[in-house]
């Protein structure tokens, strides 16, 4: 997509391992981190995408014109609220035992997938001949809620299953940096 993928090395890290070594890359302990040569680490996809941009030359998944670029930032935040309110239902469930989950802030939660899925299932975006940061941040979400979630969100949401396997068929990265497990 960006013709980077020679110079970019992609390794398994785990989150919850306190010896992984994304914890001494990022004191956040937070999945993705991009190591650059000279040992600087970057973290937020936000960040790395914005370097990958730059070292492909700029424009290319962050749009200089602005109509474009607002656009694709207003779907990477969309997508972004999706990942974040994901990942908050995945940690009550993973660090609360059931009996101490909290309704409210679950639904709370799930509201906001629901209803930002609902949304864009109702005008999925367009693909780009290069896809933009909010196209990678939503191929990013969904295939996060196939991950954790199981693809439920796949039978009320065919137009967005179809936008997904467009954005996979045309970005190959994607499926080779699926997670495993």
Same mark, same amino acid.
């Given at each position: 997509?960006?013709?980077?993928?020679? %110079?970019?090395?992609?390794?398994?890290?785990? #989150?919850?391992?306190?010896?992984?070594?994304?914890?001494?890359?990022?004191?956040? /302990?937070?999945?993705?981190?991009? +190591?650059?040569? !000279? $040992?600087?680490?970057?973290?937020?996809?936000?960040?790395?995408?914005?370097?990958?941009?730059?070292?492909?030359? $700029? /424009?290319?998944?962050?749009?200089? !014109?602005?109509?474009? *670029?607002?656009?694709?930032?207003?779907?990477?935040?969309?997508?972004? $609220?999706?990942?974040?309110?994901?990942?908050?239902?995945?940690?009550?469930? *993973?660090? *609360?035992?059931?009996?101490?989950?909290?309704?409210? @802030? =679950? %639904?709370?939660?799930?509201?906001?997938?629901?209803? #930002? +899925?609902?949304?864009?299932?109702?005008?999925?975006?367009?693909? #780009?001949?290069?896809? !933009?940061? /909010?196209?990678?941040?939503?191929?990013?979400?969904?295939?996060?809620?196939?991950?954790?979630?199981?693809?439920? @969100?796949?039978?009320?949401?065919? *137009?967005? =299953?179809? @936008?997904? !396997?467009?954005?996979?068929?045309? =970005?190959?990265?994607?499926?080779?940096?699926?997670?495993? /497990?």
């Amino acid at each position: 997509m960006l013709g980077l993928g020679r %110079d970019i090395a992609i390794e398994p890290a785990d #989150t919850m391992n306190a010896g992984d070594s994304v914890r001494q890359q990022n004191p956040l /302990g937070k999945i993705p981190a991009l +190591l650059l040569e !000279d $040992g600087t680490v970057l973290f937020d996809s936000r960040v790395i995408l914005e370097y990958l941009d730059h070292r492909a030359g $700029g /424009g290319r998944i962050l749009p200089n !014109d602005a109509d474009a *670029r607002f656009s694709a930032l207003r779907l990477q935040a969309l997508a972004d $609220g999706v990942m974040d309110a994901s990942v908050l239902l995945v940690y009550e469930g *993973r660090w *609360r035992p059931a009996e101490r989950h909290e309704p409210k @802030w =679950v %639904d709370h939660q799930a509201g906001k997938v629901a209803r #930002t +899925l609902t949304a864009l299932e109702a005008a999925p975006p367009a693909l #780009t001949a290069t896809p !933009d940061v /909010g196209q990678i941040a939503l191929a990013c979400a969904l295939g996060y809620r196939d991950f954790r979630f199981e693809g439920t @969100w796949r039978r009320d949401h065919p *137009r967005l =299953v179809a @936008w997904l !396997d467009a954005f996979a068929a045309r =970005v190959p990265a994607f499926a080779a940096t699926k997670p495993q /497990g």
